[in-house]
């Protein structure tokens, strides 16, 4: 499975990473497409506390954000959360991700997303069919879409 | 012969879709939720998912349906009762 992704997207990641984050504190941001497509279109960011080794998202921003995507016929493809040094995921990003279901992504950017702005030292994970994580490679998986 | 079991449904909400789930007013909440991460095909840590209401309240697992106020056609959300992440060091 392929994840389709706007330009604009990665920009306003970053952007949205780092101006919450401030290089101090881990951010984390979701993307979401229209339900059946595999094209992210747009990003949210939570209500979340965070400190320099963790985040956790406001029980009552979860809740409404499942109901706005219903609302919206829209569904949340990938979470994307920043770490302070390497990449990597950790067994509370296993746990408690937003979702864990089959073919929902996960997007882990270092250095708290003060670097190039790219996805170099990225970690791309998906869950697979048995609901454990399973890296992938963010060159062949995530794959950019149409002009912005 | 007609089955004399009563039955209702709730929409159940996981990400933007939907699932009606039958259930049965004296049945418990636990049962209901197993059959909700059945259907959205939910594999790892079902342990950690609730069901909640629009209000957010996260219906209790050993109570029954009816006990824990959920009425016939009621939109629940199905969900991580707590979302994190981070990097311990």
Redesign the interface.
Known sequence: MTLWIRPRILVDTFDCLRACGRGVEECVVYWTARQSSLVVDDLVHPTHSAGPAGYEVDSRWVTQFFLDLRHAKRTALAQVHTHPGTAFHSQTDDTYALVSSQGFYSLVIPDGGMGLGSLSGAYFTVVAASGHWKEVDPSTELVWSGDD | MADATQHDHVVV??????QSIRYEPHERVDAVLKRALDL??????RH?YGL?T?A?VELPDGESMEKAGVRPGQLL?L???????????
Do not use: K
């Open positions: 909400t996981y990400n933007g879709a939907d959205f095909n939910i594999q790892a840590n950690l909640f629009e957010n959300i969900r991580q009762s707590t979302v994190r992440g981070g990097s311990p060091r």
